[in-house]
């Protein structure tokens, strides 16, 4: 996990801990305490919560930033193997599972009902809870966190709560508080899966997670497949939450679909997640080349991305299955948690590609000391031929890498000199197939100039 030297924060005590974030909003707040931290290594040294330096980020108590690559996990509090599960998310490069607390997904295959209370969904009883499965609940938080990971915690997926019912559910959201915010792997409180209808009473769960939260936790609630994020002024809601339930074939193209989708969720000023993409099959999402462009397509955006597959779903006990493309996770992992990726946000003019057949999604930081930039062709298989990519960029000089994303192996690299940001150089573009990826560096900086007009 990488830290900015001037981001780094000496490691506190756990009080002291809680004294260094009360200022930051939904963080733990004077006067307010929590059960002793269970911490793990990094990077869930302890809890992340939203960056007020970097909003669109999330950093916990060390300064570390969290790149969040997301799966689909739902029933893995109640699989047969959880080790074999967060060991073939953390070989993928994965750092955070998405699972229900209450639910039964895909029942009719798996038979696992994750059920919190006392009795059974048929004849519940609201007054006590099923102590012996929030015990293995707690025992697999551990488990994951030893692995390296998160979890992306969804209170509620198949039982829909209305407003009527807050108080029979409230012991519930205490309980969850209780028994699950020490653990620093928990990334964040999740009110419900893709249902929207009864948004008085997720507001009042939502608000009383942000409320009573020690340690400030991001809290969120998903809808369906949508091109923007749900609820983004909500008061409770601290990501921007987006699910593209879609395919590879031609009626998602990457550019008009999953790249305007990304844009449109990174305009909010808080972390952009989409935190359920389309799986194989049931969703038509086959290619992996296609796969792999749309994830990368999202991370370049600025956002983070969710592996959503068989795998996590009817298929979380199956060893042996890999969805089509997850080989190509563990590089975009590993990419972006190599650099300061919480410094970039979306430019339109440090790397322009006047290239039909070619789709540009550029990112980088203020003064642009780095500059990241995917390419890709629209279709998987397809060739791009060498083109001049025309380049604005401070005066100094710089090197220009070329990257295959498949596995992170150089294909070469210029150095570029910027007499100003006024002056748009040109750099060539190798030919490729499928796609690119372009790292600019700085080597060198000089004096800083405004455009012509501008003085």
């Given at each position: ?22 200022a ?9 305490s ?30 570390e ?11 893995y ?7 074999g ?31 919190p209370?006392?009795?059974?969904r ?10 012996e ?15 390296g ?27 969850t ?11 964040a ?35 369906g ?17 987006v ?19 990304a844009?449109?969720?990174r305009?909010?000023?808080?972390p952009?997640?989409n ?26 955006s ?28 563990r ?22 590609v006047?290239n ?10 203020a003064?642009?000391e ?31 890498e070329?990257i295959?994303?498949v ?5 070469g ?15 060539g ?27």
């Amino acid at each position: 996990m990488n830290q900015s030297p001037d981001s780094r924060l000496s490691r506190r005590s756990f009080a002291r801990g809680l004294a260094a974030v009360a200022a930051a909003p939904g963080a733990a707040r004077a006067g307010q305490s929590g059960p002793p931290l269970v911490a793990f290594p990094a990077p869930w040294t302890s809890p992340f919560r939203v960056d007020a330096a970097y909003p669109h980020h999330l950093v916990n108590q060390e300064g570390e930033r969290l790149f969040i690559l997301n799966k689909t996990a739902w029933a893995y509090f109640g699989c047969k193997d959880p080790r074999g599960v967060v060991e073939r998310a953390r070989e993928q490069g994965i750092t955070v599972i998405r699972v229900v607390l209450e639910g039964t997904p895909y029942y009719d295959q798996l038979g696992i009902d994750c059920w919190p209370w006392a009795g059974t969904r048929a004849e519940p009883d609201w007054s006590r809870f099923n102590e012996e499965y929030w015990d293995r609940v707690e025992e697999r938080i551990r488990i994951a966190g030893e692995a390296g990971i998160g979890f992306d915690l969804c209170l509620y997926f198949s039982l829909r709560p209305e407003a009527g019912e807050i108080a029979r559910h409230r012991p519930y959201w205490e309980q969850t508080l209780k028994r699950l915010a020490r653990y620093a792997n928990v990334l964040a409180w999740e009110m419900a899966n893709e249902y929207t209808r009864n948004a008085a009473f997720q507001d009042a769960a939502g608000a009383y997670f942000k409320r009573n939260d020690p340690w400030g936790r991001p809290v969120c609630s998903s809808d369906g497949t949508t091109d923007d994020a749900l609820w983004p002024h909500k008061p409770w809601m601290d990501l921007a939450i987006v699910h593209t339930c879609t395919s590879s074939t031609p009626s998602h193209p990457l550019k008009d679909w999953y790249q305007s989708v990304a844009r449109n969720v990174r305009s909010y000023g808080k972390p952009a997640f989409n935190n359920e993409s389309g799986r194989e099959q049931r969703h038509h999402n086959d290619d992996p080349v296609h796969r792999r462009k749309q994830g990368w397509i999202w991370c370049a955006s600025g956002g983070f991305w969710t592996w959503h597959s068989w795998e996590g779903c009817e298929g979380i006990d199956d060893a042996g299955y890999r969805g089509p493309g997850a080989e190509y996770l563990r590089p975009m992992s590993d990419f972006f948690r190599s650099i300061a990726f919480w410094r970039l946000n979306p430019n339109y003019t440090v790397f322009a590609v006047d290239n039909p057949a070619v789709i540009g999604t550029s990112a980088a930081d203020a003064v642009r000391e780095l500059a990241v930039i995917y390419l890709c062709t629209p279709e998987s298989g397809a060739k791009a031929a060498p083109f001049k990519a025309r380049i604005r960029l401070p005066a100094g000089a710089y090197r220009v890498e070329f990257i295959d994303p498949v596995d992170l192996s150089g294909v070469g690299s210029v150095e570029f000199e910027s007499r100003n940001l006024g002056t748009i150089g040109q750099v060539g573009v190798p030919a490729f197939t499928d796609d690119l990826l372009v790292k600019i560096v700085n080597l060198r900086a000089a004096e800083r100039s405004p455009l012509p007009g501008t003085r």
